[in-house]
């Protein structure tokens, strides 16, 4: 077997702590036979700490070289008055960028015994399972022109919303085969009854479509897909949207099924080289404290070994350790209810590796 060269890029706040954990599984992996080599590298603040960049030369070498990144958080309030060059989450997009990884593949599943940690009705969320497909390098948050300046003696922000037709050709390909692989449906999320750039969106997903006539289409506005996800969010199955859609509606996704803290995500590269993270932020106010919740990490790394290495048996034993986990009663604090056992980051690793 090839030696999968995993790139561990643990950044900020609770990053190392999450991070830490997820390796152990990799290490277990790694003893039971799968050939798998580790080099860890600066990204965010840390990177900012240590070499003044977010994204320093020596971590996109490493990136570049690796099959696949596991990334635990990036940021903190320390750096928000830096020039916004030096803020760790232009690292973040700037490795996104510089390695291709358009395709955000997010999964918000709502384990059974967590079922009562959902803000919504048990019966609302029960057996949930959607797949969101974000747009990841284009959209408002790479467009130009960009900036803050001033226009009449007041000063003006302002941002470019653009996407190319190869753009969403590419990223609706990624969808339309996610769907054929689950319940052969998509829908595509929008505004263009107000946008132009999301009418021409509308448009290219309908054509790509007609190359996919096993999956039925759906479009829905993105004000409309916000308040369906929290009324009755099992209507979907494979969404796909742009970048900013796509940030803010996984996020809303991601409190169906409990909490932040049990959601991985893959970017992925047009050859599947992936980076692999927890869709959550650094959480500096717990950082160090041994409470952060370890298990969208872990399951990231259950991500990696599907999407990048095609190694689908170890992608299911880390999940059913996870669930196992889960059945076991063992809670870290966000995932709590009344009668179950709450544990640490570290003592939340040690259960889903004796489960392995």
């Known amino acids: 077997m ?43 603040g840390c990177a900012v700490d240590a070499t003044g960049e977010p994204y320093p030369e020596a971590t996109h070498k490493l990136a570049t070289h690796a099959d696949a990144m596991l990334l635990g958080a990036v940021g903190g309030p320390k750096y928000d ?34 079922a009562d940690a959902s803000s919504l009705k048990p019966e609302v969320v029960a057996g949930l399972d959607i797949l969101i497909v974000r747009e990841l390098t ?22 470019t919303m653009i996407y190319n037709e190869s753009e969403i050709q590419r990223i609706a390909h990624v969808a339309f085969q996610a769907a054929q692989k689950r319940n052969r449906k998509l829908c ?10 999301t009418q021409l969106w509308r448009d290219v997903v309908e054509e790509v479509g007609k190359e996919y006539p096993d999956v039925t ?17 099992k209507q979907f199955d494979v969404v796909v949207t742009g970048n900013m859609f796509g940030d803010i509606l996984s996020d809303e996704a991601s409190m169906l099924t409990g909490s932040i803290g049990m959601l991985p995500s893959a970017s992925l590269d047009s050859n599947n080289k992936g ?7 650094s959480a ?22 599907r999407y990048t290495f095609n190694q689908e048996s170890a992608a299911q034993r880390i999940e059913n350790a996870v669930k196992k986990v889960l059945a076991q009663g063992f809670r870290t604090s966000d995932i709590a209810s009344p009668g179950m ?14 489960n392995m």
């Open 2 to 44: 090839t030696t999968m060269k995993i790139a561990i890029l643990a950044g900020d706040g609770i990053g190392p702590e999450i991070v830490a954990q997820a390796v152990r599984v990799l290490d277990v992996l790694k003893t039971d036979g799968l050939g798998i080599a580790l080099e860890h590298g600066l990204i965010g």
């Open 188 to 197: 595509s999320i929008d505004k263009m009854n107000v946008l132009e750039c």
């Open 341 to 354: 056992r709450i544990i640490g980051t570290r003592e939340m690793g040690d259960a889903v590796l004796s």
């Open 217 to 233: 289409l759906s479009h829905m506005l993105v004000d409309n897909a916000a308040m369906q996800l929290v009324r009755d969010p």
């Open 284 to 305: 500096p106010d717990i950082a160090g404290k041994n409470i952060a919740n370890p298990l969208a990490t872990i399951l990231s790394v259950a991500m990696m070994m």
């Open 81 to 114: 008055s830096l020039p916004r060059a030096q803020r760790p989450e232009r690292g973040l997009l700037a490795i996104r960028k510089a390695l291709n990884l358009f395709a955000n593949l997010r999964p918000a599943i709502l384990y059974p015994e967590l």
């Open 138 to 159: 284009g959209d408002i948050y790479f467009g130009e022109p960009r900036g803050i300046e001033e226009r009449n003696g007041q000063r003006v922000g302002f941002n």
């Open 275 to 281: 980076l692999y993270e927890p869709i959550h932020g």
